[in-house]
């Protein structure tokens, strides 16, 4: 019982570095087991090599008393596991229900053709059961990145698994979409599943989770029953050290106004959209999934048109035809889609930094842009945020989530900001570098910027905001200061229910 | 450094190959290994290569351009009739004028109306093909007249061919254009991923433009070699001409998803197939035999361009 799946001495090693070195320990049958760990602790690699992605280079791995021989992803599904992975493995040119069937075709007619409406059925009915409003027919292009994520999850659960791998699957998920994703975790279980669960959040690895593991740099570190835990101690298991919180922090916000929205309104999008960002204010913007707070900022920035309202920069009215002209004026844009909208992944650690800045930087006879510049620019944002690196010619998708995001956040920062727009600025990133994500924003508020935050972690917007509108079906339906803060009011409003 | 070093193990690969070729051809007809017969391989290799520079932009843009070949053509006739009427430097200078407004229209068609480059500049490929046609009025128009011309081809300064230091140069300021310039870095990055791009205010659509652009501008370039080496203004070159440069520029190692070019393999492709041909030739093998064995060389760069490509996106799906 308490050693249904035996991990032992489990060692890899990408180009001579281990990423993970003689891990084990057990995950008992029916029991929803967390491991925990900074990025590049090693967890993914682990969960890829239960799912067949990767080979292990030694140890061995016992499911149910038998060893058992993991080679590929066919093997692994054959062993009863099924893996939802970090990134999405969802083919965008199909429906959701060919996607959740992918592997799994339904029975042909006697011509061998599919049987589209049982198929689309068969879909619904896990959809229904998940309670994920998705139509099964929709082309999963067309839907938004936490859709996927639930689509991702019931892709999973057809499968029938055992074992139930979950790998970040909140990252991209809102407050109430976490907790339905809770209530079929606790379903799971209680069918008799097992699930190893995997995420930076520590509210839900204590609400839901029976045991936990911490991973650090690719070696075992504990594995202890949630009960006996606090935050703060997996915290310091994590990164073996004290996280210092910042509980009374000043208030920056002066009275100046440095952004006003008035009635901004793109038909079927948003409607009437009012607010102010004040200089030295984080603003946090709360919502349920598609509550149109993105697009509202997307078409501040200039990203696409809005039909009627205004918007005024410093008491100037402004329209940006493009993300250029906004540039210009001191406004950037941080997208929550790091890999698909975020990075350039071919391009060097140095120029995906200097991307931006490379416009004001002195050229020599106009066009020549010398490269200690370039380097220059590096070095100071890699002093200033702690960027980890292998060398500045290094490509970026070699870097772990957090450390792209801080070069994408140096890309705003060489700029002369004024206005920072962060969608989700901490998402998918471990705790440490989120940390220091929240003492950046502090910084920025502290000289004078207004920062416009979206997140979907509540805890995160009560914790970093200083004030908060909440949007619901395209309109605002509430503001709160941070003395009103709190979760219910905001869920409250979200819903739409509010005053 | 280690990516610096892993673009460079490409080049030097490839690099290794045309010496070794070039050895065993010379082996087997030492008349390869003539300063004549080098001269005679370069000046085939500024064709390709000068145009396969610009195709490079094109690619690293997530784009490329089917319709250089009727471009060739095209400008042809153009310098043909020009330059017989008008003169030399009124021919070079339509020749540029008009490439510029078909790397505008591909372009304005790939950015604005949203279709696909391969369909864009496929039908751009039968419409200036089309044109050219009835510029010549189905004849080739001689170009006797206008002696001057022949250097493109034939000229030579301190002893080297003119397309020979054309390619130099076109390499030169291609590098500076591509390595060194803010220009590059977003022509890179809107390869790389539009989405950013567009996030961080560059001008995506122009940027795609502006390779449609400088691939027609090169095409002038190889355009007059051709022209010049036959001395008339003819409609029907330069059919394969798009598949021979785009042939040479993925040869080279450039990455047809966009994002990441590789301007000296491009260079150094062009020379192997040169050699590659010039060698068959030199030895007298049947033409038909020569296609195969293009094809069959083509074969083993790409599989090894593929081996590549799968180990570094393993290494990507690792850190994800």
């Known amino acids: ?111 061998g053709i599919v049987e589209k409406k049982k198929r689309s059925d068969n879909a619904r009915k896990i959809l229904d059961m998940l309670e994920i409003h998705v139509d099964p027919d929709e082309f999963v292009k067309n839907l938004s990145v936490s859709e996927k994520q639930m689509v991702e999850i019931a892709k999973a659960l057809s499968l029938n698994a055992e074992i139930i791998i979950m790998d970040e ?24 599943k097992t699930i190893i669960y995997i995420s930076h959040r520590l509210k839900e690895v204590f609400d839901m989770a029976d045991t936990v593991t911490v991973l650090r740099n690719g070696e075992y570190v504990d594995t202890r029953p949630a009960a006996e835990l606090t935050e703060a101690e997996v915290i310091r298991l994590m990164v073996g050290h004290d996280v210092v919180q910042d509980t009374d922090r000043p208030v920056y916000a002066s009275e100046d106004v440095l952004l006003k929205v008035e009635d901004l309104t793109l038909k079927n ?76 992944p071919r391009m060097s650690v140095e120029e995906n930094i200097t991307i931006m800045s490379i416009r004001h930087m002195k050229k020599k006879w106009g066009f020549y842009i010398s490269p200690s510049q370039e380097a220059g620019q590096l070095k100071k944002m890699t002093e200033f945020m702690n960027i980890k ?12 989530g957090g450390n792209q995001q801080k070069v994408l956040l140096g890309r705003d920062l060489l700029l002369d900001n004024k206005i920072f727009i962060m969608l989700e600025p901490t998402r998918g990133i471990d705790v440490g570098a989120r940390e220091e994500i929240y003492s950046l924003l502090y910084q920025l508020a502290r000289d004078g910027m207004g920062i416009i935050a979206v997140f979907s972690d509540m805890n995160e917007l009560i914790r970093v905001c200083d004030r908060a509108v909440v949007f619901c079906d395209g309109r605002i339906t509430g503001s709160l200061t941070k003395e009103e803060f709190n979760k219910e009011k905001i869920l409250t409003y979200a819903a739409g229910k509010g005053a | 450094m280690k990516q610096k070093l892993s673009r460079q193990s490409e080049n030097i690969s490839l690099a290794g190959v045309v010496v070794v070729l070039f050895i065993v051809f010379t082996i087997l007809q030492p008349n ?24 490079t932009f094109a690619y690293t843009a997530g784009v490329f351009d089917m319709s250089i070949g009727s471009v060739l053509a095209l400008i042809s006739v153009v310098v043909a009739k020009v330059a017989t009427t ?38 751009s490929m039968i419409l200036i093909r089309g044109i050219a ?25 301190l002893g080297i061919p003119f397309p020979i230091i054309l390619t130099a140069l076109v390499y030169a300021v291609s590098y500076f254009l591509y390595y060194k310039t803010e220009f590059g870095m977003k022509i890179r990055s809107v390869g790389s991923n539009a989405d950013a791009s567009r996030i961080s205010g560059i001008r995506t659509q122009r940027m795609i433009t502006a390779a449609f652009i400088l691939t027609a501008v090169t095409a002038v370039f190889s355009s007059l070699i051709k022209t010049a080496q036959v001395m008339f203004g003819k409609a029907t070159i330069g059919e394969d001409f798009a598949l021979d440069v785009m042939t040479t520029v993925i040869l080279g190692g450039t990455v047809i998803t966009g994002g990441k070019g590789n301007l000296t393999g491009t260079l150094i492709a062009s020379v192997l ?22 094809g069959v060389i083509l074969i083993f760069a790409l599989i090894f361009n593929g081996i590549k490509t799968m180990r570094n996106t393993r290494q990507i799906r690792r850190e994800g």
């Not at chain 1, 699957?169 to 008799?192: D, H, S, W, Y």
């Open chain 1, 389 to 400: 690196y292998a060398r500045p010619e290094q490509k970026i998708s070699y870097l772990s």
């Open chain 2, 32 to 55: 390869m290994m003539t300063v004549f017969n080098i001269k005679n391989i370069l000046v085939q290799v500024s064709l390709t290569a000068i145009a396969a520079a610009g195709m």
């Open chain 1, 269 to 344: 999008v948003f409607e009437s959209v009012s607010f102010e960002l004040h200089k030295g204010e984080i603003l946090g913007m709360a919502g349920l999934m598609g509550c149109g707070r993105e697009e509202v900022l997307s078409a501040i920035y200039g990203l696409f048109g809005y039909d009627s309202g205004k918007v005024f920069l410093e008491g100037k009215e402004v329209r940006f035809k493009n993300s250029g002209e906004a540039i210009e004026q001191g406004i950037c844009f941080l997208t929550d889609d790091r890999k698909d909208a975020g990075i350039f």
């Open chain 2, 133 to 157: 046609v009835l510029m010549a009025d189905g004849a080739d128009v001689p170009l006797y007249s206008v002696n001057a011309i022949k250097f493109i081809s034939s000229g030579t300064i």
């Open chain 2, 273 to 294: 197939i040169a050699v590659i041909k010039n060698g068959l030739n030199i030895n007298n093998v049947n033409s038909y035999y020569q296609q195969l064995a293009i």
């Open chain 1, 169 to 192: 699957p909140t990252a991209a998920l809102n407050e109430e979409e976490v907790r339905r994703l809770e209530e079929i975790v606790g379903m799971l279980k209680k069918e008799g």
């Open chain 1, 1 to 111: 019982m308490g050693n249904y799946i035996q991990i032992r001495d489990i060692s890899k090693k990408f180009y001579g570095v281990y990423a993970l070195k003689n891990v084990s320990f057990d995950i008992a049958r029916g029991s929803v087991h967390a491991v925990m760990g900074e990025n590049g602790a090693g967890k993914s690699t682990l969960m890829k090599i239960l799912g067949g992605v990767y080979q292990a280079d030694g140890g061995s791995i016992i499911i149910d008393g038998k060893e058992r021989n993991i080679r590929s992803v066919q093997d692994s599904a054959g062993c009863g596991i099924s893996v939802i992975y970090q990134e999405f493995n969802l083919v965008p040119e199909l429906t959701v229900a060919e996607n959740i069937f992918i592997s799994d075709v339904p029975k042909k007619t006697f011509l």
């Open chain 2, 86 to 123: 008008a003169g030399v430097f009124p021919a070079i200078l339509a020749a540029f004028a008009i490439a510029a407004a078909v790397g505008i229209l591909n372009g304005l068609i790939v950015t604005k109306l949203g279709i696909q480059a391969f369909a864009a500049t496929l039908v």
